[in-house]
């Protein structure tokens, strides 16, 4: 199932429904990788480590925000090859 959906994501675009589905997922976890001030300061560690900064942040909500299905299939199409995965039955 999961070779099924990855050649089915390199073939076609992604719905909006379910593009925007996923898009409000992500944006939501990144929202919560700030709750709270132990929180955030981790994340300014990890910035400050990496040499980033708080802008970073909107950087990546505005990343989430404009990301389009064609700009996913491309991703999909350069990065995920179905070959290069190794499958585990268990049971």
Known sequence: ECRYEME????????DEELGVVKNYMEAALLRKLDGSVDY???YMLWHSSGLDESEFETMKRVIQVVDAK???????RYMNPDDFVN???G
Not at 71 to 77: F, I, K, L
């Open 41 to 43: 300061m981790r994340q």
């Open 8 to 15: 089915r994501l390199i073939a076609e675009p992604v719905g």
């Open 71 to 77: 700009q996913v299939q491309t991703m999909a199409q």
């Open 88 to 90: 585990i039955v268990v």
